[in-house]
């Protein structure tokens, strides 16, 4: 069973940038493309971007694409989630998981607040 422990965020200004830490550990993820995930208050999960294994194939949400930037250091077992230019509907907490995985558990994520 996988255990993923999300950090990096935190509060910020529209506008403003942030970078997120996924830390995955507790089996192989050789070959496993990777994702990051939002949940805003009352709404489903959703989408934002996602990475193949060797990290040359990455594809955004529409919403994020052009200010987001989905990268990984498979050494570390990590993925990035780097954040510009954001906005206030950008708030949510952010998840990362396996991609198209089915049978791996989520982290808590990180909450992400940006204020107008």
């Known amino acids: 069973q996988v255990q993923l422990a999300e950090s990096g965020g935190g509060s910020v200004q529209a506008g403003g940038s942030l970078r997120l830490s996924c830390v995955a550990s507790g089996r192989s993820f050789s070959g496993v493309a990777m994702g990051w995930f939002r949940q805003a208050p009352g709404k489903e999960r959703e989408f934002v971007a996602r990475?193949?294994?060797?990290?040359?194939?990455?594809s955004y949400a529409d919403s994020v694409a052009g200010r987001f930037t989905i990268s990984r250091d498979n050494a570390k077992n990590t993925v990035y989630l780097q954040m510009n230019r954001v906005k206030p509907e950008d708030t949510a907490v952010y998840y990362c998981?396996?991609?198209?995985?089915?049978?791996?558990?989520w982290g808590q994520g990180t909450q992400v607040t940006v204020s107008s």
């Open positions: 990475i193949s294994w060797s990290g040359g194939i990455t």
């Open positions: 998981h396996p991609y198209g995985s089915e049978n791996d558990s």
